[in-house]
């Protein structure tokens, strides 16, 4: 059954994002809490909140306080070298995370299909073993294709996908086509709601996130041909709020609108 959650991104402005400094960050103490006093008791903490840079002492308290409150927790990061995808393994392991969502590039590491079926699929009978599933994110450098063959070619039943919502508008591919090409591999889903309007000056067009349900996504068709295709997954909402005149004002926005989409997912998704 689909569960409803919060991911770390939901929060991104709050978190941090370079160029934008924050005069007090949330933490990922800080985030489960929030998910927590609003009732949701599921999060993502993603590679804006890297788990693997707490010390042993933060990494206990975090544990401890998920624990606590009944959060359960999926884990998430960037990158596919095999040291740190075995760090990640294990911090999987230690949340009982039955996914690691992983974006394959990072600044300094963009591999090839090629290199990239290579390199996971020699470190999978790890994550079978330890019954992990990797779950892949769709990012806008390849085309969903590419990314469908990755995962025949990888074969095994411990990689999926972590279809994100808005990504492949990068590689000019709505939606629909993410969907119809990778929905038999989802193993997670990135619920990302957008606008796409033409430009004041008519000249182009600009791509916006909005609330969930409020933009272009038509989100209780998406979650219907989803479950066809008889995979698993959970629902994890993440947002794109365009910034505002200034930090704080931009934070209460996202706020605002973290509020607005589980409000709205509440109504279809039933747990």
């Known amino acids: 059954m689909t569960k409803l959650g919060i991911g770390s991104y939901a929060f991104a402005w709050s978190i941090g994002i ?25 999060v993502q903490i993603a590679d804006n909140l890297p788990l693997d840079r707490l010390s042993a002492a933060e990494f206990d308290s975090l544990i401890h306080e998920t624990r606590r409150l009944g959060i359960a927790v999926e884990v998430g990061t960037r990158g596919i070298a095999h040291d740190h ?24 590491h963009q591999p090839d299909s090629d290199e990239v079926i290579r390199s996971i699929k020699a470190i999978m009978p790890e994550f079978e073993q330890a019954g992990v599933t990797l779950a892949i994110e769709n990012h806008d450098r390849f085309k969903v294709r590419t990314l469908a063959h990755i995962i025949e070619a ?45 430009a004041d000056h008519n000249l182009g067009f600009v791509v916006e996130g909005t609330p969930a349900g409020s933009g272009a996504l038509n989100i209780p068709g998406l979650l219907k ?15 794109w709020p365009s910034p505002e005149s200034n930090i704080q004002a931009t934070i209460d926005k996202e706020a605002a609108w973290v509020s607005q989409s ?4 509440r109504t279809i998704i039933k747990e």
């Open 154 to 198: 990888i074969d095994s039943p411990s990689v999926g996908i972590c279809l994100d919502t808005v990504n492949s508008l990068g590689a000019m591919e709505t939606s629909d086509v993410v969907v119809d090409v990778l929905g038999p591999y989802v193993v997670n889903l990135h619920v990302k709601d957008f606008s796409i309007r033409r």
């Open 18 to 42: 370079a160029g934008y400094p924050v005069e007090k960050r949330m933490d990922v103490l800080s985030f489960v809490q929030r998910a927590s006093e609003m009732g949701v008791n599921l």
């Open 225 to 239: 041909r989803l479950n066809d295709f008889g995979r698993d997954f959970n629902a994890i909402l993440e947002l």
């Open 85 to 108: 995808l075995r760090t990640y393994l294990q911090i999987a392991l230690r949340f009982q995370s039955p996914i690691l969502r992983v974006v394959i590039d990072t600044k300094d």
């Open 262 to 265: 589980i409000s709205y997912l």
